[in-house]
């Protein structure tokens, strides 16, 4: 199961392909890109997520414009480093929180705004350094996330899926606040298997010190899909007790599994205003099984 992409989010992925590569080239160089866009959806299987075309997207943005397939580097590196200079900052308004699992969270999902796809030259740390201020402000499902500490105090293993470069030091501090507060739980960390627009892979885990056992979805596509995931993840999911899903792709790709998965993100799209009925950039905590 997944969220399929509609027609909606089909011409929202081709006009923000087309918008970056316009400037990049002639009218018919631009025509031609999205003729092969076009033939790319046509040859889709039925009911795959938009995080599905993104490979074949990068594929097809290196062939026309020669645009590195890890254009996005720079800003993987820039995010991590961001975080990291304030790791000292966060873990100490973390702590010192009423309720610190709680806060782990907050500044995790507040960390899902650091996607340069998705937000296509919108994303600014200044904007994030101010929305660190009010991070403990933000109002979350108490009724889902207090089923979300049942379920960790009564397990025994913890898969956390993580999404973007930077954010991943975010979920670092979050993850250390449910290690010391369920001291039993085996939390392992899956990031992606190759360059996945800015997603989070094994050198951006390194980078900020994940200390958590680090495994990978063994593909490039930036969620969770299922199908192609590589043995290692596979099992990783299927032994898990609780998985914690970050990120709109991981829910576009795994919303209606039936695994028992708990996604957290922040809404950057129209189609996610519409599903869930909140506005933009409204952080989410969503539990798999018991969708309102």
């Not at 596509?221 to 099992?235: C, F, I, R, W, Y």
Request: charged share 25%; net charge negative; with cysteine.
């Amino acid at each position: 199961m997944s969220i399929a992409i509609d027609s909606y989010c089909l011409l929202c992925h081709l006009r923000r392909n087309v918008e970056l590569v316009r400037p990049l080239g002639t009218e018919q160089q631009t025509m031609a890109f999205a003729k092969d866009m076009m033939r790319m959806y046509l040859a889709a299987p039925e009911g795959v997520s938009a995080p599905w075309f993104s490979p074949q997207t990068a594929e097809l943005l290196h062939k026309h414009y020669g645009l590195n397939i890890d254009r996005f580097r720079q800003e993987k590196i820039d995010s991590n480093r961001f975080v990291l200079e304030r790791l000292p900052m966060l873990r100490e308004k973390v702590a010192s929180a009423e309720d610190p699992v709680f806060a782990g969270l907050q500044f995790a999902i507040l960390g899902n705004y650091l996607d340069f796809s998705a937000l296509q030259g919108q994303v600014s740390f200044a904007k994030l350094s101010q929305m660190l201020d009010n991070a403990l402000d933000m109002e979350l499902d108490r009724e889902v996330y207090g089923e979300f500490c049942r379920e960790l105090e009564a397990g025994k293993r913890l898969l956390y899926l993580t999404d973007n470069a930077g954010e991943i030091g975010f979920d670092r501090i979050f993850a250390e606040k449910i290690a010391a507060a369920y001291p039993q739980l085996e939390i392992t960390f899956c990031v992606r298997g190759g360059i996945a627009q800015n997603d989070a892979t094994r050198e951006d885990a390194a980078a900020v010190g994940i200390p958590f056992p680090v495994i990978d979805n063994g593909n490039r596509v930036p969620g969770t899909q299922l199908d192609m995931l590589g043995q290692e993840a596979k099992q990783a999911l299927e032994t898990a007790d609780v998985i914690f899903a970050k990120g709109m792709a991981n829910t576009e790709t795994m919303y209606g599994c039936g695994y028992n998965v708990y996604y957290a993100f922040l809404i950057k799209c129209q189609r996610f205003m519409d599903r869930f009925g909140k506005p933009m950039f409204t952080p989410m905590l969503v539990k798999e099984r018991t969708e309102k």
